[in-house]
């Protein structure tokens, strides 16, 4: 067993602290690699605080993890020791499903391996994530990670960044189309970026009117203040598709008015609370309401690649592992330009 350092929750009203536990040898097929930065998702903050229910404690939060490979398997081959390595919001999947055949193992049917605060495919082993020293995952969950790019800004790609271009792509967004960004936060800025990349025009739609000069510098061709009727009216029925990141309550009929005969609204943030929605938001305009996951393993290999071309990475704030809370805190304010970052040497 490889003795493992980590901040873990105790209780759901424990807060975070210093754990230590033991992570699995390394087997036939692992690869082992020290965590040098770890992202901070508004998830991670949901889970210890067991807002969504079913939370496993201890528990060790994270799942934007990026480091340098310590140890591989015999068996492994995707990998050596001394290179860079990633990985996202899992660590497993049953494999033999269809979507997991499919390279669609976040929609595993038979139930994949959250990287925290699930079970391994053995289904009684916790598993534990990012907010520790090193991490021992099957080659196949593992990413490459370019060393063209700012690893600390890498890490936030593995969850804010595939969970917005996964449905850009599967949408097939594009030059021609227009694309609102409903949020400009951890997720909305990445979705700018990826939109503007993939050559469509962007708008960010918000509430607040102090974000226009942000999402201008993040290339955003268009910004509309949503409390703001004649904004909202002037926008009408314009755009192709609303990539809906907010995560808190707002009123989706609104948003739908403002697609094109045929548009679509996806949804890739999860308010706490159902939403409330007329069948003639949808029905007049031959509308779609649909939600999007993250993104497969080969999915999020393409992404990592798609932005070691384009030098694209997330907009980090770096902070100390002792700073956790306060990073919580500010989080909830939304004061976070736009991802927290954990240095990892800090622990």
Request: charged fraction near 20%.
């Amino acid at each position: 067993m490889i003795a493992t350092k980590a901040y873990a929750a105790q209780t759901k009203d424990s807060g975070l602290a210093p754990w230590n536990f033991q992570r699995r040898d390394v087997g036939p097929r692992d690869v082992q690699f020290d965590i040098l930065f770890c992202g901070v998702c508004h998830s991670d903050l949901h889970q210890i605080k067991d807002e969504w229910g079913g939370s496993i404690f201890p528990m060790v939060p994270g799942h934007e993890i990026v480091g340098r490979v310590v140890k591989v398997g015999a068996d492994v081959k995707k990998f050596k020791v001394g290179d860079l390595a990633g990985t996202g919001c899992l660590v497993d999947s049953c494999r033999v499903c269809d979507n997991c055949k499919h390279g669609l193992e976040q929609y595993c049917t038979n139930g994949h391996s959250q990287t925290y605060n699930g079970l391994e495919q053995d289904k009684k082993t916790p598993t534990y994530g990012g907010y520790s020293n090193t991490i021992v995952v099957h080659e196949d969950f593992v990413l490459s990670i370019s060393d063209k790019l700012d690893l600390a800004a890498v890490a936030p790609l593995l969850c804010a960044g595939i969970t917005t271009y996964s449905p850009l792509r599967h949408w097939k967004v594009g030059k021609g189309h227009k694309l609102a960004v409903l949020g400009l936060g951890g997720l909305g800025h990445m979705a700018v970026k990826f939109g503007v990349a993939f050559g469509a025009e962007v708008t960010v739609l918000s509430t607040s009117a102090s974000k226009e000069a942000d999402a201008k510098k993040l290339g955003a061709h268009k910004f509309v203040v949503t409390t703001d009727r004649e904004q909202t009216k002037a926008v009408a029925g314009y755009f192709d598709f609303i990539l809906d990141t907010v995560s808190a309550d707002h009123d989706l009929g609104l948003y739908l008015s403002l697609l094109k005969t045929d548009g679509a609204h996806i949804l890739v943030g999860a308010p706490p609370d159902p939403a409330q929605l007329h069948a003639f938001s949808l029905i007049p305009g031959r509308k779609t309401l649909a939600g999007s996951m993250i993104g497969g393993l080969p999915e999020t290999q393409e992404m990592l690649d798609f932005c070691a071309q384009h030098n694209i990475v997330s907009d980090i704030e770096l902070i100390d592992m002792k700073d956790i809370q306060k990073a919580f805190d500010r989080m909830l304010k939304g004061d976070v330009r736009y991802r927290f970052v954990i240095d990892m040497a800090t622990l």
